[in-house]
């Protein structure tokens, strides 16, 4: 599979935030891509914006037109999807085949309520409360693709290992991180965890960011990167817009396992 991670600077525009999407995943569709991976937040920065159920429907109208034009799948980042009338919406990631059909959905089990120290532009401490907006989901998604099984986790669940437990025991081929994480928490945290996920599920990675200053003062770190099954980093982004196209060869997991097989063992306590 050859697979394209798309770094963006996204805003609260959503019709700019298209035209920006549409430019990268025709360069990865040019580029020979299969797979294309869009960020978390990619249509619309900012958790506190709540789109309309007819916002909802033209933005899943829209990445399914995508995917149809560019003969590719589409890892669609993430856009507030309603959960129902009565609740607030999920923060989702939808995945579509070459055909534009809905092939899963993942609502973000782990939402990013956090106080980060000296974030963003205007502020000492940023407090972070994606609670107040969203959902949170129940359950992890798999999806089986002609190249293999992907996982998907979104931004914080890159924290929670019983998450990632849960894709070697199911045996993941490939998993897939939209994020946007943030430049202080970029900086001490993001490549140690990817690249940690990656080892310990014998999977490639692929972390894909938000990557530099925001209309609204914030900064998200970039660092898009694509690992393969042993921890090494094939290919990464700084900040800034841009796009990563890599081979990845499933003969390469085979190898790994079979050179270090990872049997978890049951400890009991004993007091």
Request: glycine residues 8%.
């Amino acid at each position: 599979m050859k697979v394209a991670a798309v770094q963006l600077i996204s805003g609260d525009n959503y019709a700019e935030n298209m035209e920006r999407i549409e430019k990268r995943v025709t360069e990865a569709a040019r580029g020979g891509a299969d797979l294309v991976v869009l960020p978390e937040y990619c249509a619309l920065y900012g958790s506190k914006i709540s789109p309309t159920p007819k916002e909802q429907n033209q933005f899943l109208s829209d990445m399914s037109t995508l995917a149809i034009e560019h003969r590719v799948w589409l890892v669609a980042g993430t856009f507030p999807l309603s959960a129902d009338a009565n609740h607030k919406p999920y923060s989702s990631c939808v995945i579509f085949d070459s055909q534009g059909e809905i092939q899963g959905q993942y609502n973000k089990i782990h939402l990013f309520d956090a106080d980060i120290p000296n974030d963003g532009l205007a502020a000492k401490q940023a407090a972070y409360r994606e609670s107040d907006y969203f959902t949170p989901g129940l359950t992890p998604l798999l999806v089986d693709t002609p190249w293999g099984r992907i996982g998907i986790a979104i931004c914080f669940d890159l924290r929670f290992p019983r998450l990632f437990a849960y894709f070697a025991d199911t045996k993941c081929d490939f998993i897939i991180i939209p994020a946007a994480f943030t430049a202080t928490t970029g900086r001490a945290h993001w490549e140690i965890l990817v690249r940690a996920r990656a080892i310990e599920t014998q999977a490639y990675v692929v972390a894909v960011n938000q990557g530099g200053t925001h209309f609204n003062g914030t900064e998200t770190y970039g660092g898009t990167m694509i690992i393969n099954p042993w921890g090494e980093v094939l290919s990464s982004l700084a900040v800034g817009e841009g796009v990563l196209i890599e081979q990845l060869d499933r003969t390469s997991i085979a190898a790994t396992r079979s050179q270090i097989p990872l049997v978890p063992k049951l400890i009991h306590a004993t007091a």
